[in-house]
Nanobody, 115 residues
Framework: QVQLVESGGGLVQPGGSLTLSCAVSGISFSGSVMGWYRQAPGRQRELVATITTGDLTNYADSVKGRFTVSRDSAENTVYLQMDSLKPEDTAVYYC?????????WGQGTQVTVSS
């Protein structure tokens, strides 16, 4: 059974930090490109960051310099460190695992940035 389980979301004040985690099981973690996406109310799901099997990273312009994606192959976990959070970062954040043969999504975790 494939599982992508996100955790770490919550309520944070503007300028604060959060770290999201996504634990992966049931598929080859080392063979998957891992990504974080987000969806705000009334908006389409958008790419936040990706990290390849070779640890190459890519970020949306809106989060460059503030967010950092990383992966731990020993723990089969991908992380999203989010700093200098803004109200416009408020969204449900989803973990994604993909390869030429599969694409899987987590259930999402809510991040709310508000004073």
């Amino acid at each position: 059974q494939v599982q992508l389980v996100e955790s770490g979301g919550g309520l944070v004040q503007p300028g604060g930090s959060l770290t999201l985690s996504c634990a992966v099981s049931g598929i080859s973690f080392s063979g998957s490109v891992m990504g974080w996406y987000r969806q705000a109310p009334g908006r389409q799901r958008e790419l936040v960051a990706t990290i390849t099997t070779g640890d190459l990273t890519n970020y949306a312009d809106s989060v460059k310099g503030r967010f950092t994606v990383s992966r731990d192959s020993a723990e089969n976990t991908v992380y999203l460190q989010m700093d200098s959070l803004k109200p416009e970062d408020t969204a449900v954040y989803y973990c994604n695992a993909r390869s030429p043969w599969w694409t899987y999504w987590g259930q999402g975790t809510q991040v709310t940035v508000s004073s």
